[in-house]
C-alpha cells in the first residue's frame, strides 16, 4: 500500500505564501504523475496542480502564476509553493500520487488525508 502524508498548511494572511510537501511512502515500484488538489467549502474537490515523473506541470487557471508545484523523485515528494495566496485559496489540500506498486497490475491514484490551508485576516 502507498502512503502519502501531506504537511505544511496552516493559516496565512492575504498575500502570504506557504510551502506544502507530501512525502510518499509504502512499497512502491514507481511514481508517474503527482499533485495537489484541494476541496472548499461548497464546492467539489478540484485540481490545483500536477507535475508528470518527467516534470512537465499543469495548473488550475486560478492558481497559475501563484502557485509552482515540484517534486524530488529520489525520495518521493511533491511539494506545492503557494504565493500571493487568497482568501478564496481557503481548502483542505491533498495530495495525490499515480503509482504501481510491485504486485500491481496497473497504476492506482493514492491520496493524502489533507492538510487545512486558511487564508484570512
Known amino acids: 500500500q502507498v502512503q502519502l502524508v501531506e504537511s505544511g498548511g496552516g493559516l496565512v494572511q492575504p498575500g502570504g505564501s506557504l510551502r506544502l510537501s507530501c512525502a510518499a511512502s509504502?512499497?512502491?515500484?514507481?511514481?508517474?504523475?503527482m499533485g495537489w488538489y484541494r476541496r472548499a467549502p461548497g464546492k467539489q474537490r478540484e485540481l490545483v496542480a500536477t507535475?508528470?515523473?518527467?516534470?512537465?506541470?499543469n495548473y488550475a487557471d486560478s492558481v497559475k502564476g501563484r502557485f509552482t508545484v515540484s517534486r524530488d523523485n529520489a525520495k518521493n515528494t511533491v511539494y506545492l509553493q503557494m504565493n500571493s495566496l487568497k482568501p478564496e485559496d481557503t481548502a483542505v489540500y491533498y495530495c495525490?500520487?499515480?503509482?504501481?506498486?510491485?504486485?500491481?497490475?496497473?497504476?492506482?491514484?493514492?491520496w493524502g488525508r489533507g492538510t487545512q490551508v486558511t487564508v484570512s485576516s
Open positions: 509504502g512499497s512502491i515500484f514507481s511514481i508517474n504523475a
Open positions: 495525490n500520487a499515480n503509482a504501481l506498486v510491485p504486485s500491481g497490475i496497473r497504476y492506482m491514484d493514492y
Open positions: 507535475i508528470t515523473s518527467g516534470g512537465t506541470t
